[in-house]
């Protein structure tokens, strides 16, 4: 029995070729409609002021065309220099695009796979870009140099396989090799314009109407008014028919580059079931990603699709699943399995508590530092009593120290202001040229004094305290955890973060402020400054001991992953 297989992605590609021209044809012939309508009324405003009566002369006729060609022309440009200048520039910095990380697993795999495309379409160079969100979506743009850049977020390294990210990439490398990537930011652009004239005239009116003044203009504003919101809508819904267009176009291409369109199908379909909202954005830009931004609430009946930018998500895995014979529900359900098996993979980390039977066997000596080695100096309080003694890291972090203040060295039996003594000297030259105080005390444990040991944690970097294993982490790499999902929790630590929800973050109020201190003074493992106790964040308070020189987060025994449990479970 022959197998029935849809439209290869050759016959794909030239159809909606053909179809994406036509529709960008009409859209630039009524952009020069619109300009040359707008330049009619402005030369008959000009003819009456000067002349005191319009004239429909031929003279007039022409002088209106040429200035409607050259008002065209003019904006055209402007908006083809603007796109190419700053365009992407303006959306990467909106977005807080940064570079990946070599020494992140996930973007290492981000890199590796971009290399592989590029190498694979013949491209020189193309710029990989990482969006700290935790939605799952993807773009491409050109940058101001005319190399190409392709844009993913958290999200989406921590949810996409290995052949589904190549995929992605695929699909926004064919963005580029298209042209799509320049094109569709111009005509994101145009539609863009009048959209921003109707916004300023709709503004200047709504002022007008508060105070009361210039009543009699509403009269002129509102053909204007009503003019520019039915080119915006025609300019958006031309647009948007040119996206989908491009879109369908952008598959094939991917299939051609990729050679999987099953990991296509499951990549669309994953990105459109999740959150894919990038930030506070204009929607006007929505059809530079792969999946439109709040794609989960996104109708596919005919007047709800009508303005959608990208085409309704079954019409794509359809014409996908089509290409290998396969029905779109094969799809679906693969997804569904393979989220299944996702999940009874990740392994389980146990309390700090269920830790006490394993052995911690080193084969290096580490030296272990007494917590009273170095507490020789005693300071004069306020109130003229010594307090202390205290290491010189607690004595520089004393709230009302100064290098006025009299200090004593127990040691030396020496009583003087502190800045007559060269340890102390030191010691303020360092914290302010931010090296570490005491390099000697570098990379150790806050509590337990131990060396820290760097560990692959979710994929990043952290250093780990092989006794009370609390965990050491850059502030920005928290994010990346939160979103990767590699490992499962024991019962008895959902049973701390469920105590922990219970307590506070239903009853913040009846919370003893107590548990919200730290119990000793927590220093810095790299510049060995003072750490201060600080809630994780306003939404989830869970305590923790922040660096505010090195940017570091040190989380105390199962409070990372307390903090993991409520996010995931939220």
């Known amino acids: 029995m022959a197998r029935n297989f849809g439209r290869d992605f050759y016959e794909i590609q030239r159809s909606q070729w053909r179809k994406s021209l036509f529709l960008f044809s009409i859209l630039i012939l009524f952009y020069l409609c619109l300009i040359g309508i707008f330049m009619f009324g402005i030369a008959l405003l000009l003819e009456f ?78 710029n990989p870009y990482i969006l700290p969100s935790f939605a799952v979506n993807s773009m491409a743009l050109i ?21 589904e990210l190549q995929a992605v990439i695929a699909h926004e490398i064919a963005h580029i090799v298209r042209g799509d990537a320049f094109y569709m930011t111009l005509v994101c652009s145009l539609a863009n314009f009048f959209e921003r004239a109707r916004q300023v005239l709709e503004h200047d009116t709504y002022r007008m109407d508060a105070t009361n003044q210039a009543q009699s203009i509403r009269g002129g504003i509102f053909p204007a008014d009503f003019l520019l919101k039915f080119s915006t809508i025609v300019m958006h819904l031309l647009s948007t028919l040119i996206s989908r267009q491009r879109e369908i176009l952008a598959d094939a291409t991917a299939v051609e580059i990729c ?24 929607l006007t830009y929505s059809p530079l990603f792969i999946v439109p931004p709040k794609s989960g609430r996104i109708s596919e009946g005919f007047f709800s699709g009508l303005f959608n930018s990208h085409p309704p998500l079954l019409m794509r895995i359809e014409m996908l699943s089509g290409m290998i014979s396969t029905a779109p529900s094969d799809i679906i359900e693969e997804v569904t399995s393979l989220s299944r098996v996702k999940d009874k993979a990740r392994q389980i980390v ?38 202390g003694p205290y290491t010189i890291e607690e004595l520089l972090s004393v709230g009302y120290f100064t290098p006025l203040i009299q200090v004593k060295n127990i040691q030396e039996g020496v009583e003087a202001s502190a800045r007559e003594f060269p340890q102390i000297r030191t010691a303020i030259h360092s914290l302010g040229r931010k090296k570490p105080i005491n390099p000697s005390k570098q990379n150790l444990c806050p509590h337990c004094r131990k060396h820290l040991r760097e560990k692959i944690y979710e994929g990043v970097v952290i250093k780990e305290c092989p006794d009370c294993r609390g965990k050491l982490v850059d502030a920005s790499h928290v994010g990346r955890i939160i979103t990767r999902k590699e490992f499962s929790f024991s019962s008895k630590l959902k049973n701390k973060a469920e105590e922990f929800r219970h307590n506070f973050l239903q009853n913040p109020f009846g919370f003893p402020k107590t548990r919200l201190q730290r119990p000793n003074k927590t220093f810095c493992p790299i510049c ?15 305590p923790v001991d922040k660096c505010l020189s090195c940017g570091v987060i040190w989380f105390d025994s199962d409070e990372l992953e307390i903090l993991q449990i409520l996010i995931e479970d939220r």
């Not at 065209?72 to 992407?88: E, Q």
């Not at 990991?263 to 994953?270: D, G, Q």
Request: charged content about 30%.
């Open 259 to 282: 050679r999987n369109p099953r990991a296509l199908a499951r990549a669309i379909y994953k990105a459109h079931i999740k959150n894919s909202f990038i930030g506070d954005f204009n």
């Open 350 to 387: 146990p309390a700090q508590e269920e830790r006490h039977r394993i052995k911690i066997v080193t084969t290096e000596e580490e030296p272990e530092i007494s917590g009273e080695d170095g507490r020789v100096w005693k300071i004069r309080s306020p109130r003229g009593k010594h307090e």
């Open 143 to 163: 940058e101001a140099d005319r190399t190409p850049a392709v844009f993913v977020t958290e999200g989406l390294l921590a949810e996409f396989s290995r052949n």
């Open 49 to 126: 002021v000067f002349n005191g009566s319009p004239s429909l002369s031929t003279d007039t006729i022409i002088k209106i065309l040429l200035m409607d060609i050259t008002f065209a022309l003019v904006i055209a440009l402007f908006h083809l220099y603007d796109a190419r200048k700053f365009g992407a520039k303006i959306i990467r910095n909106r977005l807080e695009a940064i570079s990946p990380s070599p020494d992140d697993f996930y973007h290492k795999k981000y890199i590796n796979t971009v290399e592989e495309i590029r190498i694979a379409c013949g491209l020189p160079q193309i």
């Open 528 to 542: 060995t400054k003072r750490m201060l106790a600080r809630p994780f964040n306003y939404c989830y308070v869970v």
